[in-house]
């Protein structure tokens, strides 16, 4: 990391150390998101989150390295329960500095899974905001339709005062229920996860219920998720080849190689798929949104991840049991919530669309709940 950078010595967050993912621009640090690509193409005015956070008392300790442009060539970056297995991606540096203990919060994005993933992998919190609620000016966009900043802490108290400061129209919860009736989307998206990773999901969902929180399994959820899968990968596609066109015609061959396959590949997608994957978004949250409504429930509750962190920094595992939420811009939490072996597992919770205040006093009642599995 670079050289700390000191803000406000009040506010809210004084003191506390921040990570910014290195595809953030910061003022005086360079931004090399992860590429050999020159830094000087990245040049850009601090974005408005960073100041956001520096204003409210935060010292922006330096930048965490992320996976080349945010997609799956991973870094150097191990996991620090373990440094034989990935800490995850593309916000692996930021996930590993807050579970290591270097910064109190830090900053990342997901495309895809890229908080909510290397968050459970970590075993700290991540926070996926919804869509649109916190600016991405000043960041290097990979999918624009999709693109959202996130937040990473040791503590959902934490997470959820970071998250007051840049989180777009904040207001203080009004819900006076203090914890959420979940619903678990049985079926075809469920069956993505592994079976260690299904077994830990429910002695997670037993220990909820321990503590009387009430939890529905419900049924015809996301049955057509290998579509949603692909209209989500040509959208990805497409829209970073067209942010990396006038980079790609230069520096092609100084790409790493899967983010070269894939900003060919964005190239090769028809102007009616990219279409159908925008429309998809909003069609997805809808009826997601309908589906809860329908069955009564407040959020829903899944797998952060298809398993534990996978072993070799190869990989930084995958990201299909983020990808619908993303896809509809819902929040989503990842909740550290028990072990597979010696390695962090978490517990992924969805709420609808703009309540992310609710969902994050939940963040609070759900862990409280879930920590006795930490400690086994």
């Not at 590429?35 to 408005?48: I, V």
Request: proline share 7%; glycine share 10%.
């Amino acid at each position: 990391m670079a050289q700390a950078q000191q803000g406000p010595t009040d506010g809210p967050l004084a003191g506390c150390l921040v990570g910014v993912k290195d595809i953030l621009h910061v003022d005086g640090l360079p931004t090399e998101a992860g590429t050999q690509l020159p830094s000087s193409l990245f040049r850009g005015a601090e974005a408005s989150c960073v100041r956001l956070l520096r204003t409210a008392g935060a010292v922006v300790l330096g930048k965490t390295v992320t996976t080349e442009f945010a997609y799956f060539e991973p870094g150097p970056t191990t996991n620090p329960h373990d440094a034989g297995h990935t800490p995850g991606g593309s916000s692996s540096g930021s996930a590993a500095a807050v579970a290591a203990g270097y910064c109190q919060i830090a900053l990342g994005t997901q495309t895809v899974g890229s908080v909510i993933r290397p968050a459970a992998f970590c075993g700290v919190f991540g926070f996926k905001p919804t869509y649109g609620r916190i600016a991405t000016d000043g960041l290097l966009l990979c999918s624009a339709s999709v693109d959202t900043i996130g937040l990473f802490a040791p503590d959902a108290t934490l997470m959820e005062r970071a998250a007051s400061v840049i989180v777009d129209g904040w207001s203080p919860d009004v819900d006076r229920r203090g914890r959420p009736l979940l619903g678990v989307p049985m079926g075809a998206y469920l069956d993505q996860a592994s079976a260690e990773a299904r077994d830990a999901f429910e002695r997670q969902l037993s220990q909820l219920q321990q503590v009387g929180i009430e939890i529905r399994e419900i049924d015809g959820v996301l049955e057509d998720i290998e579509p949603i899968n692909l209209r989500h990968s040509h959208m990805q596609a497409a829209e970073m080849a067209a942010e990396h066109a006038l980079w790609m015609d230069q520096y092609l061959d100084d790409y790493r190689p899967r983010t070269r396959e894939l900003l060919q590949r964005g190239r090769q997608v028809s102007a009616q798929q990219l279409a159908a994957g925008r429309a998809g978004r909003s069609d997805l949250r809808q009826r997601l949104e309908a589906q809860m409504t329908e069955h009564g429930i407040d959020a829903w509750a899944c797998p952060a991840a298809t398993g534990p962190a996978p072993a070799g920094l190869e990989s930084t595992g995958d990201p299909v049991m983020n990808l619908p939420w993303t896809h509809a811009g819902l929040p989503a939490v990842s909740i550290p919530a028990g072990q597979v072996g010696h390695l962090p597992i978490g517990l992924q919770v969805v709420a609808a669309s703009n309540r992310d205040e609710t969902l994050l006093k939940w963040t609070q009642v759900l862990a409280s709940a879930l920590w006795p599995l930490n400690e086994e």
